[in-house]
């Protein structure tokens, strides 16, 4: 179950794009936060996207707000190779009991967020038609049908919206969703969409660097099994560098295992020509509790000064400090 058979589709199919380094990027800095309504300027975003383009092609974006509608500017004006799969920042439209930090919401608030989601979709699709060289796909929510999720939305308003944004837009679009509910409830949702997109995370589910490409293998697969001849890729698989013990445990986080799991993912995905978005670029302080060592704040593959952790310092040698090129020339030496 693990390996691709040779009589499996390519999963790429139906993407209208090319296999090849593919990133989720968010950009929010220190003090920066969508829920607050602090973006990150043009000047900030220019320079991430300048330090990704060393490396990837394509993009991830999460929601239509400002920040994306800035990262969509700058790649048209200044001419980057950027393609993007733009996504839906969607809010609950029904409460939620199994969710572990709470998702019980009052009819008036519900009523609120199916309005704001509407509008969401109404941005989705300017900013699609408006940049149609760089929008090479759409996501209709991330995460929003899953057991534990704060933001569930009935998959029937799942399948409304794809309709809604397949009738005024050309781009494929798609879902992305953890591996376990594409193999059951959102078997009505798969079927109106042009490709399938997973979720993998094995250090969510305790497993330890022993076993964890050989999971993801598994969270894929039960997918692809599932819907033969649809295409489907990965739009999150990563490792975090620090915890709290919230979830993961501390010994479970650290740039060694990220990397380690980075390079294995990447040498699996690439033979395979599985489109894998790497989650994700830039650690995000905003995110999670405010434990500095909160799990969600670091998956990224730089830190929030934008400085390379271990798995790109090869790459990135040049945005390292004075005194870590400094110990990699004395490592080198040795």
């Known amino acids: 179950m693990s390996e691709k058979r040779d009589n499996q589709p390519d999963r790429n199919r139906g993407l209208r ?24 300027s043009y000047a900030q975003v220019r320079e991430d996207l300048l330090i990704l383009a060393k490396n990837w092609t394509l993009l991830r974006l999460y929601d239509c707000s400002p920040h994306a509608e800035t990262v969509l500017e700058i790649i048209s004006r200044e001419n980057m190779k950027f393609k993007v799969m733009l996504g839906l920042d969607i809010a609950a439209e029904m409460s939620n009991p199994h969710c572990p930090w709470g998702a019980e919401f009052s009819e008036e608030t519900l009523r609120a967020n199916q309005w704001a989601n509407s509008n969401e979709v109404d941005k989705l699709i300017a900013l699609s038609r408006r940049y149609p060289d760089i929008v090479f796909s759409v996501s209709v929510g991330n995460e929003a049908s899953v057991e534990w999720t704060d933001h569930m939305v009935p998959v029937d308003k799942l399948i409304a919206y794809v309709t809604r944004i397949k ?7 798609t879902f992305c969703e953890n591996y376990v509910p594409w193999t059951y409830k959102l078997e009505p949702l798969a079927a109106t969409l042009d490709f399938i997109s997973v979720h993998t995370y094995p250090a969510w589910e305790y497993r330890t ?11 894929y697969y ?54 894998t978005f790497v989650f994700e670029a830039f650690d995000e302080p905003w995110k999670g509790s405010p434990d500095p060592l909160e799990p969600e704040k670091h998956w990224g593959l730089f830190t929030v000064e934008r400085t390379p952790k271990l798995v790109m310092q090869e790459l990135y040698s040049e945005r390292l400090p004075a005194n870590l090129s400094n110990e990699r020339t004395v490592d080198e030496m040795a």
């Open 17 to 40: 794009i090319a296999h090849g380094n593919a990133i989720c990027y968010s950009g929010y800095r220190e003090g920066q936060s969508p829920r607050d309504g602090l973006f990150p």
């Open 222 to 275: 039960s997918v692809v099994n599932h819907y033969p001849g649809k295409p489907v890729i990965i739009t999150e698989a990563g490792w975090t560098t620090a915890s709290n013990g919230r979830g993961i445990e501390p010994w479970n986080a650290s740039e060694h295992l990220q990397a380690s799991y980075y390079e294995q993912l990447l040498e699996w995905s690439t033979r395979e020509k599985i489109l």
């Open 209 to 219: 660097m022993e076993d964890a490409l050989e999971y993801t293998k598994h969270n």
């Open 167 to 173: 009738n005024a837009i050309s781009q494929p679009v």
